[in-house]
C-alpha cells in the first residue's frame, strides 16, 4: 500500500478560552499548555477555539480580545496559531460578524477566524460580507450542508450535517464569499451525522469527494478532467431484469397497458417494449427478484456523460457486446444499478446504436395512451439516500423537488421525488428496520409510465385480465369528502382502480399493477396541471391493497410467497 | 380464532373547524356532512375536533364557541359528538384550558374536550386543574409520554412520542388528575413513533399494555392480579453461556480477576464463581457467542416477583430440573434473556435453594478486593431500548439515572444506565445498522465487578497472565489537561491499565478484558464518590483498543475470528 499523503490540517476543538473571570483564565492557559504540546506530538499547526459557552463567560468583546491576544500569543511563542470560530450556539459569540469583530480588534497575527458554513447559515446568517474580510485571517473553512429542521441548533449539527449538495443550504454563495476574501487554505468537510459515523469509510470518503467536485463545478471553479454536463434530454429505456418464470407475466402486463413487444435482441433473451415515447428492455436471467437493473439516458454526447460520471467517481461498467453489437457507455450508480449513457438519436452505423441490437419483430405498434416514462421509483436503504441523490444531481442534474412521509402499513416511509432534469426519479426508504414479522415486500420499485387517458388504459387493461389495485372505498368517500370530485365521478374512478391526488398544482390519478416477481410493480399515471409530487398520500392504501392480493394469492396457491 | 371484542371508540382528526370566516365554514359542514357518514357507517360515536391551523383562523374565542356549537348540533342530530382538543401547535388555542374555556362557552350537551398528555405537558402546561373539569365533559383522554428533545413540539409529537414510563413526561401527574375530574371513559393511548409504527403489532400491543398496567398501579389503582413488587436487594447471580471452546479463557480471566470456582453444578457443565458478593454461573453450551444468559436477582418472595412479571406480560419460563435439584422462578425478559427470582438468603431445604444445586470444591475462597456486581452492560437493538427499559422499570423499579450519545469508532451508540433500584443495566446500542464492513464485534455485552481497589486488580490479573486492554497514551495526556490527575498518578493508571472518567459526583476507575468468546468483555469497576455513570466517555477508545487486539490476533492466527 502506497504511503498515504495525509496530514493534519487542524486541532479541534478548544472551548471555552474567552471573556472569562480571571481564575477561570488562569486555568485556561494551563490547559491550553496541554493542548499545545500535544499539537506539537502531532505535528498540527492551526487549533480551533470554538466561541465559548462557559456559564461564566461574560458578555464582553474587549475582555474576549484581550484573552485571545493572550493565548495567540502564547500559540506564537510555539509556532502555533488559533482559528476563533463563532458556535451557532456560542453563549454570547454566535455570528460570524462578531467573531471577526473580536479577533480585528485582538489584532494578533497567530489570531484568525475559521469559518463554518453550517453556523453562519443555520442561523440565516449573511455570508455574503465575508468577502471583505482579509484571505489571510480566515485562518480556516469548513463546509457542511444541511436540510432545514425544525430543531434547536445544537443536536440539528450534531446529528444532520450533511454533504454540500445533499441539504438545503445555500453553500454556493458562501463557498464563493469565501474564495472572493482570498482564503487559500483547506476547504474541509465538517459533517456530523449519525450515517456518516457509521458509514464504511472508502464509501464516505466517495460520497464527500464527490460533494467537493460538485461544488467547485458549481462555483465556476471546476477540477481538472471534470466534463462539463452534455444535454441530457430524457429516458432512453428503463431495463428491467425478470425472471424467466416471471417473464410471461410482465409480457402480459406491460402488453394490456399498452406496450408493444417491438424487439428481440439478436443474442439474447432480451425483448425491447415501446409504446409513445416509453421504450422498456426486458432482460429475462436468472434473479431471485425482478428489478429496475437500468436507466439508460438520452444525451448529445455520451462519452462525456460517462466520463463525467466517472470523474464523479461513478465507477464505469464496461458492457460485454458482440462486435457487431452497440457498444453503449455505462457507469453504476450507488445502488449498483446501471446509468447508461446512450446516443440523443440512434442513427444506424454509429457504434452505439442501440435498437441495432434488436430483430424488429413483426408486431404493429398498436396507436394508445402512453407518452412515455413518468418516473422510476427506487428504494435504497435510508441511510444510502443522501448519497444516491448527490449522484444523480452531480451527474444528470436532478434536484429534490419535494419530500414526503407516509405512515405506510408496516412502518414509516420516506420518499423524496429527484426532477427538474431529464427524468424523475423516486427514492422512498423505511427509516427503521423492519422485522422479520413484516410480511411486506423488502424493497418494492416502480416503473411508471406517463399517459394522457388513465381510464382508457384501466378499461384495456380490464379488457386484456391484468388485475390492477382496487385500494377500496375509503380512499373514493375521502375524495368527495374533500370536494375534489362528485359522487358520480368518484364511482368512475373507482370503477377503473384509478387513485387520485392533488397538490396546489394540479392533478395525479394513476393505476397501479399487483407486484410481478416479488418486487416490481407498474403505474400508468396520468398528470393534470402541474401536479409535482409522486402520488405518496395514496401510498398507505396501495401497499395495503398489495398486500391483500399478496395474501389472497397465496392463500389460493396460485402465486407463490 | 376468536373474534376480537374491539371498537372504535374515536373518529380522528377532523381540523380546521372553528374560528374560521363564513365561507371557509359553510365549506366546513359540508365536509362534515360526509365524515359524519363515514362515522355513521363506522359506528363510531365520538370525533375527535384538533384546534385549528388553517390559515385563515381568527384569533376569536367567541366565533370559536359558536361555530362548535353549531357543529355540535350537528352531530347532536345524528346522534355523535364532539371532543374538542387543543394542538400544541394550534394557531391561537394551542393550551388544555383555553380549549376548556371555548367548550365551556359553547355550552352544547354534545361537545366536550379530549385531553391528550402530550399536547398538554410538551409546552408545559399545568394538569392539575384538570381535576375541576366536570368528569361528564371530558369526552376522551389520550395518553402519551415522550423524551425531552430540543425540537418543535410538531415533529416531536409526530416522531417522538413514547408509551407512559418510557419517556420523561409526569404521567402520573396527569392521569390523576384526570381520574380526579370523574372521567369515565377509555384511556388511549395515543403515541405516534417510528418504532412503534415498524414494529410488530404483537409485540407492541404488549409493551403498551404493560405501560398501562404500570401507569395504574402507580397511581394507586393496580389491575387485578398485579402483585406488588416485593423487596428486592440486589443480584444473586449473573449466568454466562460460554462455549465449551472458550471455557477454560473464560475462567482463567474470573479467576484472574479475584474470583474463585466454588462449585460445580452435580449434574450439568456449570460453575459457580464467587467473590465478595458477586456470583457469576458459567453454563458450558454449544453456543455460537458468549452471552449474558439470565439476570438473577434476589427477592424476599421469588414467587411474588415472578407473578409480578408475568402479570407484565413477561412469559413466565420454567426451568427444567430434576426432583432434588432447585426449583427457581423466571420469565423472559424482552431480549429472550432470563429474569430468575431467586431467594433473599438461599437455605437449605427450600424449594428454591440454588446454591444446593452445587457441590463445593476445595479452592478456598480467596481474600480479594471484589465487592460485587457493579453492572451488566447490553445491547439490545436500538428500536427496542423503550420496551426493554419499561419491563425493568415495571418488574424491578429501575429508572433511567443517564443517557449518553458516544462516537464510537463504527458509528454512533448511545447508552442508557438503568439503576435505582437493586442492580444496574447499561443499554447500548448503534442507532444506525451496521454495515458489512464494519469489523466490530455486532453486539457486545459486559460483566462488570464493583471493587475496592482497581490498582490491585489490575496487578493480579497481570500476575495472571491476563491481557487488559490498553487504550494508549492518549487518554492519560488528556486527562493531565484536564487537571484531573497529576502526571505520576496518570502514569501510574497507563501502567495498570487503568481508564478514568469523572462527573460531578465523583470518579470512575476501571479495567476492561479483552472480547472473550466473540462477544462478552468483563470490567472492573471502582467507584469513588458517588459517580453515576458507567465510563461512557472512554467507550470509543476502549472500543478501538479492542479492534487493534482482535487484528492482532487475527494477523497472528492465534484466535478465530
Redesign the interface.
Known amino acids: 500500500m502506497r504511503r498515504p499523503r495525509l496530514a493534519i490540517e487542524l486541532f479541534q476543538p478548544v472551548r471555552d478560552v474567552e471573556a472569562l473571570p480571571p481564575d477561570d483564565f488562569a ?1 485556561v492557559l ?2 491550553l499548555d ?2 499545545f504540546a ?1 499539537m506539537e506530538q502531532l505535528g498540527v499547526r492551526t487549533a480551533l477555539v470554538c466561541s465559548s459557552v462557559h456559564p461564566r463567560a461574560v458578555d464582553d468583546d474587549d475582555l474576549a480580545a484581550a484573552q485571545l491576544h493572550e493565548v495567540a500569543a502564547r500559540a506564537a511563542d510555539r509556532g502555533l496559531r488559533l482559528a476563533y470560530e463563532a458556535l451557532a450556539w456560542g453563549r454570547h459569540v454566535n455570528t460570524w460578524d462578531r467573531s471577526w469583530r473580536i479577533v480585528e480588534a485582538a489584532d494578533h497575527p497567530a489570531l484568525g477566524v475559521c469559518l463554518d458554513s453550517f453556523h453562519i447559515l443555520s442561523r440565516g446568517g449573511d455570508p455574503a460580507p465575508i468577502r471583505d474580510v482579509p484571505g489571510e485571517k480566515v485562518f480556516f473553512v469548513q463546509l457542511a450542508d444541511a436540510p432545514e ?4 441548533v ?2 440539528w449539527s450534531r ?1 444532520h450535517r450533511l454533504f454540500p449538495g445533499q441539504g438545503s443550504f445555500d453553500l454556493e454563495t458562501f463557498t464563493a464569499a469565501v474564495a472572493a476574501a482570498g482564503y487559500t487554505g483547506p476547504w474541509s468537510l465538517e459533517v456530523f451525522n ?2 456518516v ?4 469509510p472508502w ?1 464516505a470518503a466517495r460520497d464527500a469527494r464527490r460533494s467537493l467536485l460538485a461544488l467547485e463545478e458549481a462555483v465556476g471553479a471546476p477540477a481538472a478532467g471534470l466534463p462539463s454536463r452534455p444535454p441530457v434530454h430524457g429516458p432512453a429505456f428503463v431495463e428491467l431484469a425478470v425472471d424467466p418464470a416471471t417473464a410471461d407475466e410482465v409480457g402480459t402486463v406491460l402488453h394490456a397497458l399498452g406496450l408493444d413487444a417491438t424487439g428481440r435482441h439478436r443474442t439474447k433473451p432480451v425483448t425491447l417494449w415501446e409504446a409513445g415515447d416509453a421504450r422498456v428492455v426486458v432482460s429475462e436471467e436468472p434473479v431471485s427478484t425482478t428489478s429496475v437493473a437500468g436507466l439508460a439516458v438520452r444525451t448529445d454526447d455520451p462519452e462525456a456523460l460517462a466520463s463525467r460520471a466517472e470523474a464523479l467517481l461513478a465507477p464505469r461498467r464496461p458492457l460485454p457486446h458482440a462486435a457487431d453489437e452497440a457498444d453503449l457507455r455505462a457507469v453504476a450508480a450507488p445502488d449498483g444499478s446501471l446509468l447508461l449513457c446512450c446516443p440523443r438519436r440512434p442513427q444506424p452505423g454509429r457504434p452505439d446504436f442501440w435498437p441495432g441490437d434488436f430483430v424488429p419483430t413483426d408486431v404493429p405498434r398498436r396507436p394508445g395512451h402512453v407518452e412515455g416514462i413518468d418516473h422510476v421509483a427506487l428504494t435504497p ?1 435510508w ?1 444510502d439516500v443522501g448519497e444516491t441523490s448527490l449522484f444523480h444531481r452531480a451527474v444528470l442534474g436532478l434536484g429534490p423537488v419535494g419530500e414526503w412521509e407516509v ?2 402499513p ?3 416511509v420516506r420518499s423524496r421525488l429527484l426532477g427538474g432534469g431529464p427524468l424523475r426519479i423516486v427514492l422512498s426508504s ?6 422479520g ?2 410480511p411486506g415486500v423488502p424493497a418494492p420499485q416502480s416503473l411508471a409510465l406517463a399517459v394522457d387517458d388513465v381510464l382508457a388504459v384501466s378499461r384495456a387493461a380490464a379488457a386484456a385480465g391484468v388485475r390492477l389495485v382496487d385500494v377500496g372505498p ?1 380512499h373514493y ?1 375521502d375524495l ?4 375534489w370530485v362528485d359522487e358520480d365521478t368518484a364511482a368512475e374512478l373507482h370503477a377503473h382502480r384509478v387513485l387520485l391526488d392533488r397538490d396546489e398544482h394540479g392533478e395525479y390519478r394513476h393505476v397501479v399493477t399487483e407486484v410481478l416477481g416479488g418486487r416490481v410493480f407498474l403505474e400508468a399515471v396520468q398528470r393534470i396541471g402541474g401536479y409535482r409530487g409522486h402520488g405518496a398520500a395514496d401510498a398507505p392504501a396501495r401497499m395495503a391493497a398489495h398486500r391483500r392480493a399478496r395474501a389472497a394469492d397465496q392463500s389460493s396457491g396460485s402465486t407463490p410467497a
Chains 1, 2 share one sequence.
Open positions: 486555568a494551563a490547559r496541554r493542548k500535544v429542521l425544525a430543531m434547536d445544537l443536536p446529528h449519525d450515517v459515523r457509521q458509514a464504511d464509501r436503504p441511510d405512515a405506510a408496516f412502518g414509516l423505511s427509516v427503521v428496520r423492519r422485522g414479522w413484516s375509503n368517500d368527495v369528502a374533500r370536494g
